[in-house]
């Protein structure tokens, strides 16, 4: 549970990530949001997105936009 009563959300990491110690980040889903946090700080700061946020976000990776040139 939560501080608000709720479950806490589960989070999960990437199955591209490798090894354990990798650089990585966890998502984990709401109803309305989605988190995300350093896979090696998990009491750490953790982002908040709304879905339609979220949405954009992949919508802008699958177009390319976060290629490096």
Do not use: I
Not at 33 to 59: H, N, Q, T, Y
């Amino acid at each position: 549970m939560n501080d608000f009563g709720k479950p806490a959300p589960r989070f999960r990491k990437s199955t591209f990530s490798g090894a354990a110690n990798a650089n990585c980040v966890e998502v984990g889903f709401e109803t309305s949001a989605v988190l995300m946090r350093d896979s090696k700080d998990k009491g750490g700061p953790v982002l908040r997105f709304s879905v339609g946020e979220w949405e954009a976000f992949l919508a802008g990776v699958k177009a390319g936009e976060f290629d490096l040139a």
